[in-house]
């Protein structure tokens, strides 16, 4: 069973592009979430989402970031016209419908922005 | 709020030595508590967890004891490996119905043959 798949592993934007990340859940998986970890940091949650809904986006700016789980296809992270700021290392993680404690990290992707 | 408070790193033990990584946490509610640990380059992984008072997670010679009167989950193995080094996150989850994971600021842990 493949893990939870994220990509790209590494992403390098300029100031003011927009930065896709891409973040496939674990088979079976319905839930996704999106966690950033600024250097030396703890991971800070961003927002969680099931398949078509955002159900928490708490931790979202709310600016230029959003996120979507389409019926088909991987999750998206979407960050509009970067700044040097949002530069970190975002993970996502996946857990089943069925069991709420138990949550699945990819490797992470790594955004520098020049 | 929730927040997770780590001893700060980094860690340096001798292999084979005793190894100690504390946390407390503050939470409303009553939270599951969990240590994850993170290897060079690699996402998360869960080590062990803990869901209530007095339980007792264990993994890979790892213990973590939940203690609600002191409020801490502290992370301990009795004898390290060159292997264990990474970086050590204590985090909780309340059972609210928000499923967010709260992390400490994590624990580098480094050994030495």
């Known amino acids: 069973n493949a893990g939870v798949m994220q990509n790209p592993r590494h992403l390098v934007r300029r100031r003011g592009q927009e930065a896709r990340l891409r973040c496939s859940p674990m088979?079976?998986?319905?839930?996704v979430y999106w966690y950033r970890q600024l250097p030396e940091e703890g991971l800070k949650f961003m927002v969680y989402?099931?398949?078509?809904?955002?159900?928490?986006e708490s931790g979202m700016p709310k600016e230029r970031f959003s996120a979507e789980f389409p019926k088909e296809g991987p999750s998206i992270l979407r960050i509009q016209q970067v700044v040097r700021g949002d530069s970190a290392a975002y993970f996502c993680?996946?857990?089943?419908?069925?069991?709420?404690?138990?949550?699945?990290f990819g490797p992470g992707t790594r955004l520098t922005v020049t | 709020g929730n927040s997770v408070t780590q001893m700060e790193g980094p860690v340096t033990l001798s292999e084979e030595a005793f190894l100690t990584i504390n946390c407390t946490y503050t939470?409303?509610?009553?939270?599951?508590l969990f240590w994850y640990v993170q290897y060079p380059g690699e996402g998360l992984q869960l080590l062990l967890k803990?869901?209530?008072?007095?339980d007792k997670g264990s993994n890979k010679g790892f213990e973590a004891t939940y203690r609600k009167e002191t409020t801490s989950f502290h992370l301990e193995k009795g004898s390290v490996q060159v292997s264990d080094s990474a970086v050590y996150f204590c985090?909780?989850?309340?059972?609210?119905?928000?499923?967010?994971?709260?992390f400490g600021s994590g624990t580098r842990l480094q050994v030495q043959p």
């Open positions: 993680a996946s857990s089943p419908g069925d069991r709420d404690y138990e949550q699945y």
């Open positions: 088979k079976g998986h319905s839930h």
């Open positions: 989402l099931q398949k078509e809904n955002i159900i928490d």
């Open positions: 939470a409303t509610g009553y939270p599951s």
């Open positions: 803990a869901t209530k008072a007095d």
């Open positions: 985090a909780l989850r309340v059972d609210t119905g928000r499923r967010a994971l709260t």
